[in-house]
């Protein structure tokens, strides 16, 4: 490994980063475009946690104070919009850039332009997306999901929607196309598939069913297009078509995608539990079969999304007991991340306080996931706040902290310096109270009957909306201890060593901190 | 790496065929779907076509609740209405009822009804012999049908079943009346 290290200096001599800005636009590093997915996630994370304050501001009381329902409507959607397709994607796919060819041993990504279309493709789709909401009518007010007949009422900000829609699209498949041929074709000798770390598995997963599912959206936006502008029926009854068959067609895309924002996820926690329980992860082949079974059954389960559309009970009995079926392999997960620290000599460390905070609070959101799936009971809850409090469960303390328990773990190595600590376990405590105060409320007013997406509620579910506000809004401002402790890491701070963690395992730990613009260019020896 | 730039296109172009035939999948759902309609009654899909009168058979022991619902589409400037709101029917009788309908728009127009059955699961034993949903309906500004419906439901009705409702929605197609407008 020391000879492996020295090689790298002598390369960093020659080819380090083009000076100038013009150096992140032309550039085709692995590192750079993951620096810049990553930035991206966290200014879009901000555009769409002040939609999420808009949204609870005018739900602190009842009664219509803030905005007018249309903007409280076009909030809630691009909220949604923003937070997948903007923060949760983007960011998985920078840490997948940074990540995944370190830890194959592999000098760069596959197919390094494209990488660079991927990457610039996203703020000229965002952009469309967000200028919407300065044009007449406003913008997209119809839901993230854009069910038809509702979306095609509205105004022609859809059109911009689409097409914003079809360039993430492409972004992710194209990003998704460079991270298989990476893991198949750039791994050193001697790093067999089963070797892999978790997390470069579950972005193989990953990228299989982006690839398999964003082209079904794209067909489902593409007819919803057609039957606005070009006269084509899909979705019309006038014309023989049928609305529901929208539903159907997005969930088909739709739940396939929650698996795509939380795999990744499970594959940053697979990493970190063991470098701070200080033992190899427990079940490490079981895990890798767990996650392609969520894979598989995610394309089986689409309908439970609409239990409520007036389905044969053979097909809600059908998606119910799929649905279930779900929570073994998760099961089996949640149990070896515990085995993993049983007897372990664990230490809490910033990133490994958000990986617990991860499996405590995903797993409350995967309970409440089960009790959504029973379709007796679900039809009680739909479209409820208890829908709001289950995926923001299993999407912020979800996906959101692991995004931030893997910029903890690895920023050492793509800075060289060290984080600090106090500021970052203190960002842990304060977000992790806030979020609870946000969240757990929503499922006492949800059980009661709060209905989502309106602007206004009766009077009895007053006291439980302020509270959440108030989480809301510490929530949101504790994130600005993140971005102080990133900048910080930045700017300067103690030296990290190579190894940064003391049981950290693989091979982005072999090289030096910061992480050279060029590694493993000769491929290192696998043990 | 000649042969490892080969292998990255080998995969990406497989990995491209993958997208393309996922995309064309999106759309295949689409006849799938009516398919899977068509066979299961999902969503209260009637037959578009009408069925010859049933033979006459033993007499049923039961009544059935037929209930007329009527919806008309959010952007259409129409009156539409069921002449009657319920029925109690002999399931394998024949049974007529209608629905009146007025264009309240300034201008001639073509309208189409779209039936749905609830529960879904009775869609399949409804039977229509003639039904205004088969056609569409041409209207001079202001223009009134009352349009008919003959109907019967079949014996082999599932016996949870006591109440069906027969829904329409009332849609503008949008088009010019052809005859009318060469009046």
């Known amino acids: 490994m020391s000879t492996a290290t020295a090689d790298h200096h002598d390369h960093d001599d020659h080819h380090g980063p083009a000076p100038g800005l013009m150096r992140w636009v032309y550039t085709t590093n692995h590192k750079d475009i993951g620096t810049l997915y990553l930035l991206f996630a966290l200014v879009m994370f901000f555009i769409g946690g002040g939609m999420a304050l808009i949204i609870r501001a005018e739900l602190f009381q009842p009664g219509l104070q803030i905005v007018d329902p249309l903007f409280f409507n076009s909030m809630t959607t691009m909220h949604a919009l923003v937070m997948i397709f903007g923060v949760v994607m983007p960011a998985f796919v920078g840490l997948a850039n940074w990540m995944i060819p370190m830890m194959i041993g592999g000098p760069d990504m596959a197919l390094p332009r494209l990488n660079n279309w991927s990457f610039w493709i996203m703020p000229f789709a965002f952009a469309v997306l967000l200028s919407t909401l300065f044009m007449e009518g406003g913008g997209p007010a119809g839901g993230w999901t854009l069910y038809a007949p509702l979306s095609l009422q509205g105004g022609d900000n859809l059109a911009f929607v689409i097409f914003a829609i079809h360039f993430m699209g492409i972004s992710s498949v194209m990003g998704s196309i460079n991270i298989v041929a990476t893991i198949f074709n750039m791994r050193a000798p001697g790093m067999t598939l089963m070797k892999m770390p978790l997390f470069v598995w579950t972005w193989l997963i990953t990228a299989y069913l982006l690839i398999a599912v964003i082209p079904v959206l794209a067909g489902a936006v593409t007819m919803l297009l057609t039957d606005r502008y070009f006269d084509t029926s899909f979705f019309s009854a006038a014309g023989g078509g049928d609305p529901v068959m929208f539903q159907h067609i997005f969930w088909f895309f739709g739940h396939p995608e929650v698996y795509i924002l939380i795999l990744p996820a499970f594959g940053i926690i697979s990493s970190i539990i063991p470098t701070f329980a200080r033992k190899p992860l427990f079940g490490y082949a079981s895990m890798v079969y767990a996650t392609a079974s969520i894979a598989f059954l995610s394309f089986i389960v689409w309908a439970h999304h609409m239990f409520t559309v007036g389905m044969p009970l053979a097909g809600e009995m059908f998606f119910m007991f799929a649905t279930m079926m779900i929570s073994v392999p998760t099961g089996v997960k949640v149990f070896n991340w515990i085995a993993t620290m049983w007897r372990g000599s664990m230490t809490f460390e910033t990133p490994m306080l958000f990986a617990i905070g991860f499996l405590v609070m995903f797993t409350i959101g995967g309970l409440s996931g089960l009790m959504l799936a029973i379709t007796p009971a679900d039809i009680q809850y739909h479209d409820t706040y208890f829908v709001v409090a289950h995926f923001h469960y299993v999407l912020v303390p979800g996906a959101i902290y692991s995004i931030m328990a893997a910029t903890y773990y690895w920023i050492p190595k793509w800075t060289g310096n060290m984080y600090d600590e106090k500021w970052g376990k203190i960002h842990f405590w304060v977000s992790t109270v806030f979020l609870n105060v946000l969240f757990f409320p929503m499922h006492f007013v949800g059980l009661a009957g709060m209905p989502r997406r309106i602007p206004d509620y009766s009077m009895q579910f007053a006291d439980w909306n302020a509270v959440a506000t108030i989480g809301a809004f510490g929530f949101g401002f504790s994130q600005l201890i993140f971005v102080y402790v990133v900048y910080k890491c930045i700017k300067g701070g103690e030296k990290a060593t190579t190894e940064v963690w003391e049981g950290a395992d693989g091979l982005e730990w072999t090289v030096p901190s910061p992480a050279p613009y060029h590694t493993f260019e000769t491929p290192p020896a696998i043990r | ?183």
């Open chain 2, 1 to 183: 790496m000649n042969t490892i730039r080969k292998a990255h296109l080998i995969v990406a172009g497989k990995l491209s065929l993958l997208v393309v035939g996922m995309f064309g999948f999106g759309y295949l759902m689409v006849p799938l779907y009516d398919i899977i309609c068509d066979i299961t009654g999902l969503n209260g899909k009637t037959s578009s076509v009408a069925v010859s009168a049933p033979t006459e058979s033993n007499a049923s022991d039961r009544l059935v609740t037929v209930e007329f619902v009527s919806v008309v589409n959010s952007s259409a400037a129409w009156t539409f209405k069921p002449v009657q709101r319920t029925m109690q029917v002999v399931p394998g009788q024949t049974y007529n009822a209608s629905y009146e309908v007025v264009n309240l728009s300034g201008h001639p127009a073509v309208g189409q009804a779209v039936p749905s059955v609830a529960p879904s699961s009775a869609a399949k034993y409804f039977n229509k012999i003639e039904c205004f949903c088969f056609t569409r309906q041409e209207f001079e500004a202001g223009g009134r049908k009352v349009m008919p419906l003959v109907f019967f439901i079949e014996e082999d009705l599932p016996r949870s079943i006591d109440t069906v409702t027969l829904s329409y929605t009332y849609f503008d197609t949008g088009e010019e009346p052809a005859d009318l407008s060469d009046s």
